[in-house]
């Protein structure tokens, strides 16, 4: 097994590789493979969210430096708590205030665990970086362009949260769990003895690690705390009262506190009037979605519409959609089949088969 699907992909076995090392089992069993292929293995864990997190916290760093000593690898950690703070939490606050629904995410990873790391990488004389990130990365023999696939377990695909990496980030990518699933994963991390080999996994945001979103929200933004306003119907008529925007998104159904015998779910917010508007689950249907921010991860627009298979959350399984790009890096998607539940903030992703043919993030959906 070859890291990021192909040796092909980056750089051969011999040359210097930086691994994110986030203090879990998987960062940890991508950088024992890479030491069993050969590589000269750097190992790096970025200090992001501190003592609000359990990911990247100093817990972590201190087990990710107890596999490197098990891997006889060097290891460094990089403090960027503030540009965290600032590149992604504060962003994560101000979303929500504004009625959208953020992935984090996704900017973390470009910013953080490939562009900056990246940079370190090319300070410590590394050509390469390598992540625990179940995906793969190929490169089109003809065209010389990095091409980014789902991994082989689709149920650990983390293809969707990658969308946003361009072809440089791409040529200088590994995912050496690419073809692995969880279990061998695990497997191989126990029969290294790795400290982190039955260290469970976090299923939030590495900042909001007991998923209450709301209160990081007001920790970010104080003035949150103020923002009570009326939960309406589509006719306008208030049926209630809510304790902020940011407490909300689209399809939710729980915390809405109405009471009665109908069923009402989010159907969308209202920011600028400070109103939550509500309805029956059908109102939650869309024909499409405006996306914008879409980054091609060939580099460049299609020249026409194409037919993609379109995910608008991580755990969404897709929808058959006809994708019309639009001028100033926007995008159109036309569902065959309404999709319920399009939250404007949340990424849309094109796919053709395993092939992630670029995404962005959804501005509003189209009824």
Request: hydrophobic residues 40%; contains cysteine.
């Amino acid at each position: 097994m070859s890291p990021g699907g192909r040796a092909a992909s980056g750089p051969g076995a011999g040359t210097r590789v930086v691994v994110g090392l986030s203090g879990g089992v998987d960062s940890s069993v991508a950088a024992a493979l890479l030491v069993e292929q050969g590589y000269e293995v750097v190992g790096v864990t970025l200090h992001l969210a501190g003592s609000a997190s359990r990911c990247c916290s100093l817990d972590d760093a201190d087990d990710a430096r107890r596999v490197a000593e098990s891997l006889g690898i060097r290891f460094y950690v990089a403090n960027e708590t503030e540009r965290f703070r600032r590149e992604v939490m504060q962003p994560f606050a101000d979303a929500y205030l504004a009625g959208r629904t953020p992935i984090p995410c996704v900017a973390c990873n470009r910013r953080f665990k490939f562009e900056r790391l990246l940079g370190r990488a090319r300070a410590l004389g590394a050509s390469a970086v390598a992540t625990g990130h179940y995906a793969r990365v190929e490169r089109d023999p003809a065209s010389g362009a990095c091409r980014l696939l789902r991994a082989r377990d689709v149920s650990k695909d983390q293809s969707y949260f990658l969308y946003d990496l361009g072809q440089e980030q791409l040529a200088h990518a590994l995912f050496p769990l690419g073809e692995l699933d969880k279990a061998q994963v695990r497997a191989r991390a126990r029969a290294l003895d790795l400290v982190t080999a039955d260290k469970p996994e976090s299923q939030e945001i590495c900042f909001v690690p007991d998923g209450d979103y709301a209160r990081v929200v007001e920790a970010l933004r104080p003035a949150a705390l103020a923002g009570a306003g009326e939960i309406v119907d589509g006719a306008g008529r208030v049926l209630g009262r809510h304790a902020g925007v940011h407490r909300f998104t689209v399809g939710q159904r729980r915390g809405l506190g109405l009471g009665g015998g109908e069923r009402l779910y989010v159907r969308a917010l209202e920011p600028e009037r400070n109103r939550v508007v509500v309805g029956p689950v059908e109102d939650l249907d869309s024909r499409g979605a405006e996306v914008e921010a879409v980054r091609w991860i060939s580099g460049r627009a299609p020249a026409a519409d194409l037919r993609a298979r379109v995910r608008v959350r991580y755990r969404h399984d897709g929808a058959d959609a006809r994708l019309e790009p639009l001028a100033g890096s926007r995008a159109r998607a036309h569902f065959d089949a309404p999709v319920r539940a399009v939250a404007p903030g949340q990424a849309a992703v094109f796919y053709r088969g395993d092939e992630v043919l670029g995404g962005g993030s959804i501005a509003a959906s189209l009824a």
